[in-house]
């Protein structure tokens, strides 16, 4: 790779760089749902936090509701561990594994970019969505102790189309051989 | 279930409902409110007792003054015997017979009733004194920035010719005011008390002629009058006072609150109490469920068959003026749902419980929800390693809590799915996110590593899907046979049972012709005949159309089960990156190891943590939405017997707590 002597060369290299877009579509996966989950743990914890300033009874069953909508930063997570293993690929180099940057195409990283957005874009909103719901579960969890486990089960309904996102995610990375 | 009535003579009122709270085996109904719905208006069995109504007034308020007091002092008791003796009762107070006899003695009641009230009195006192506190506090604040101050407040009344003002202005301006004030006229005074944060405090003494020259100046420059506590008296000395009087109130609150640590020992006899006058209160309540005569009173509940016989003989022999009375339930009565199931399928009724209890004439789904609850749950987390954790975890937990019956269930369930785990794990390979070595991986089928291997246990969570969806139709098959509501078995139900394996038919070539026909005939019969209602032919095709169109439903509800291939592979990225970083950490010079293994234990605990509730619900969902609509509707009431309930106590011989 050549020194990049002007501003415009530099932009050049990144842009057509296939690792960049890659970096870009992992980055994206894990911030955006990563975001998302924050919203959603922060409706239902405070909501939570709350109606235990009232009664600090069942702590546990409002745990279990704030953490629900903590899954879809880990989907993300998932999802950007994924394509960092793209990143590098092990050449064996005189009888030893060698770790190297992977040749990535500009199309290539492209690819992998658009393969993110699946669950980085499902993550978000679900989650927002989904801390929505289990804040209404806290409500109902504070007035019904015994039935806060049908709240989580509203909250699922949600959560699955960040779990489809996630599993696209997967299959779009998979059939991006490099 | 059997319906029992029980007519019985006044005479035998409070021995018969202790008997029966005793026994705790009758569900007792409202039989009062049925008549009253019946027959509206009628006097005859609607009279309330005024003084039962006002026992339960008075019981209700010692009760709710007894559950003050067991929080109140909560703060107060020493903590003791660490934690696993507190758990020794189920997370219950253990109270020995003889002390629980000397508690609910009239005595004993009186005095423990004395010492909640005295709790109260104690603790409205407190209230009291840190209001008081907080003012003295506010009027030391606000009294401190005029310590200067020599002289006496009542001195700082206006006199016949001058007038005196004391208070504030902004630091800033002041020297600005004062030249400002120079110019307009010569008789005034200002004393500078004090400068502290941005403001002058000052005394400022002027002829009342001048008043129309200064007070503008004064209103311009922000002056604003201070408001002393008191009316008289030099500042240093009630500042003095105050501090002696915070000092004495201090000491008052410390001696309450050494008296409400002398009582906290009482707390466990004050639950001792609190259960016992629940119980009572109870006893009470339910009286107001029967059905009264002058001398006689009839009460109706449930008992379960097996039960019925030694209860009934035990009424009658107990007692001599009464009328037992057993029926089967009718068609219209909707009497209450006990499940029970053999050990290993037990703890899964808490799953059951979850969405509600079958209807009396239902099937308990428990042991069909079972295995599959426990199989889906072990391939959430698709590791050898966790399930033993899991397993390990689960059985220290019904060590430490086992006495309770939902924590002893949610543990069962978590043992028996930890076991799915580890098959899940050999299936996979997967073991603490490494892939199992040589000699354990010969079961290894799929390999969640490879593409190949992600879309392969994709294919087999919709295969468990597949087959799952099939089995609900099959039960909802064979429960229209065991009704004898035959027209629904055939016309129905048994298609959609040979319509799901003609679908998997479809996908090798060589059964394609037969699935295929099956499926045409299957929907030929749906859309001719599931319609059992209708009577036109009309409606019944269209009715039969809208059954056939379920089919999309099916998809979905088989995509659905995709869920359990994502959840199972997230758990074993989480665990490779656990792994990943460990090693990263392991290089830091001095702290490595230590890290590595803080890494790993913590890693990998927070991942089951995540992915067994994250599971959990999700298994849970797969069985109420995707499973029980196939055959299952819910809505039973709890079978609830008239019991001794105790909330905080358990009364045990010592010798019996090592049982």
Redesign the interface.
């Given at each position: 790779m050549g020194v990049a002597t002007t501003f415009a060369e530099v932009l050049d290299k990144l842009f057509t760089s296939g690792q960049m877009y890659a970096i870009m579509g992992a980055a994206a996966a894990v911030v955006l749902s990563g975001i998302g989950s924050s919203l959603g743990i922060r409706y239902t914890a405070t909501a939570s936090a709350g109606v235990m300033s009232e009664d600090p009874r069942n702590f546990g069953r409002y745990l279990i509701l704030v953490a629900l909508p903590g899954t879809q930063g880990i989907y993300g997570f998932v999802a950007a561990f994924l394509v960092i293993m793209k990143l590098t690929s092990q050449v064996e180099v005189n009888g030893q594994l060698v770790t190297f940057a992977s040749a990535m195409s500009t199309a290539h990283g492209l690819q992998i970019f658009f393969a993110c957005m699946p669950i980085a874009f499902a993550g978000l909103a679900s989650a927002i969505q989904q801390g929505r719901v289990c804040t209404a579960g806290v409500d109902l969890t504070a007035k019904q102790p015994e039935q806060s486990g049908k709240a989580l089960v509203f909250g699922v309904f949600v959560e699955f189309y960040a779990i489809l996102g996630l599993i696209i995610t997967i299959f779009l990375l998979n059939t991006i051989t490099i | 279930m059997a319906k029992v009535q029980i007519v019985a003579h006044d005479s035998l009122r409070d021995k018969l409902i202790d008997f029966l709270q005793d026994r705790g085996v009758i569900h007792i109904t409202d039989l009062r409110g049925k008549v009253e719905g019946e027959d509206e208006g009628s006097e005859e069995g609607s009279r309330v007792d005024p003084e039962r109504a006002e026992r339960i007034r008075r019981l209700t308020e010692t009760l709710s003054k007894l559950q003050f007091a067991i929080d109140y002092l909560a703060p107060f008791e020493p903590k003791k015997g660490g934690l696993l003796s507190s758990l020794a009762g189920g997370g219950k107070v253990v109270i020995p017979p003889d002390q629980y006899e000397r508690i609910t003695s009239p005595e004993g009641t009186e005095e423990l009733l004395k010492a909640a009230d005295r709790c109260y009195q104690l603790s409205s006192e407190i209230n009291r004194l840190e209001g008081r506190l907080s003012r003295i506090r506010a009027d030391r604040e606000a009294l401190q920035v005029w310590g200067n101050l020599d002289a006496p407040i009542e001195l700082l009344e206006d006199t016949e010719r001058t007038a005196i003002r004391v208070g504030s202005v902004p630091a800033q301006t002041f020297q600005e005011m004062i030249s400002e004030l120079n110019e307009a006229t010569p008789f005034y005074h200002v004393e500078l008390i004090n400068t502290s944060g941005a403001e002058s405090y000052i005394v400022i003494a002027f002829l009342k002629e001048v008043e129309g020259e200064v007070n503008p100046i004064l209103a311009k420059y922000g002056f604003s009058p201070a408001s002393f506590p008191r009316e008289s008296g030099r500042i240093p000395d009630i500042l003095a006072e105050l501090e002696r009087e915070e000092e004495e109130i201090n000491r008052r609150i410390e001696g309450i609150r050494a008296e409400l640590a002398g009582m906290a020992d009482a707390r466990p006899k004050l639950m001792a109490l609190y259960d016992h006058l629940h119980n009572e209160l109870q006893k009470l309540r339910v009286q107001e469920l029967f059905l009264e005569t002058e001398k006689a009173f009839i009460l109706e509940g449930w008992v379960k068959e097996k039960d019925l016989e030694r209860f009934r003989e035990e009424l009658t022999s107990n007692f001599s003026e009464i009328d037992v009375f057993a029926f089967e339930p009718s068609p219209e009565d909707e009497p209450p749902v006990a499940i029970e199931n053999m050990k290993l399928v037990e703890p899964f009724q808490m799953v059951t419980n979850?969405?509600g209890l079958p209807k009396y004439r239902e099937v308990d789904p428990t042991p069909l929800i079972a295995p599959f609850f426990a199989f889906f749950l072990g391939l959430c987390l698709t590791d050898a390693g966790y399930g033993i954790v899991l397993i390990l975890l689960s059985i220290l937990g019904i060590k430490l809590f086992g006495k309770g019956k939902g924590a002893r269930q949610l543990m069962g369930v978590l043992a028996l799915s930890g076991a799915m785990a580890v098959v899940a794990g050999l299936l996979t390979g997967g073991f603490f996110g490494v892939k199992l070595p040589s000699p354990f991986n010969r079961l290894m089928i799929i390999d969640p590593s490879t593409?190949e291997g992600?879309?392969k246990f994709?294919y087999a969570s919709w295969a468990i899907g597949v087959f799952q969806v099939w089995v609900g139709f099959l039960i909802k098959f064979v429960l229209s046979l065991r009704d004898r509501n035959f027209k629904s078995a055939f016309r129905a139900d048994l298609p959609w049972v040979i319509m799901i394996p003609a679908m998997v038919m479809l996908l090798p070539s060589t059964f394609r012709k037969i699935g295929l026909t099956l499926l045409l005939i299957c929907s030929v019969w749906l859309i001719a005949l599931s319609d059992t209602e209708s009577k036109s032919i009309a409606a019944r095709i269209g009715n039969g159309f809208f059954n056939w169109y379920g089919i999309s439903s099916v998809f979905g509800d088989i995509l659905?089960y995709?869920?359990l291939?994502?959840?199972g592979?997230?758990t074993g990225?989480?665990a490779?990156?656990v792994n990943t970083i460990a090693k990263m950490v392991s290089g830091i010079p001095g702290i490595g190891p230590v890290a590595m293994v803080g890494m790993l234990i913590g890693g990998h605990l927070f991942n089951i943590g995540?992915n067994t509730?994250?599971g959990f619900?999700?298994t849970?969902?797969l069985q109420?939405?995707e499973f029980f609509t196939k055959f299952f509707e819910g809505g039973g009431e709890p079978f609830r017997p008239f019991s001794k309930e105790r909330r905080y106590t358990v009364v045990l011989r010592p010798e019996e707590l090592t049982a």
């Open positions: - | 979850l969405y593409p992600q879309t994709l659905s995709s869920r291939f994502a959840l592979l997230a990225i989480i490779q990156v995540i509730l994250g619900i999700h849970a969902r109420f939405v």
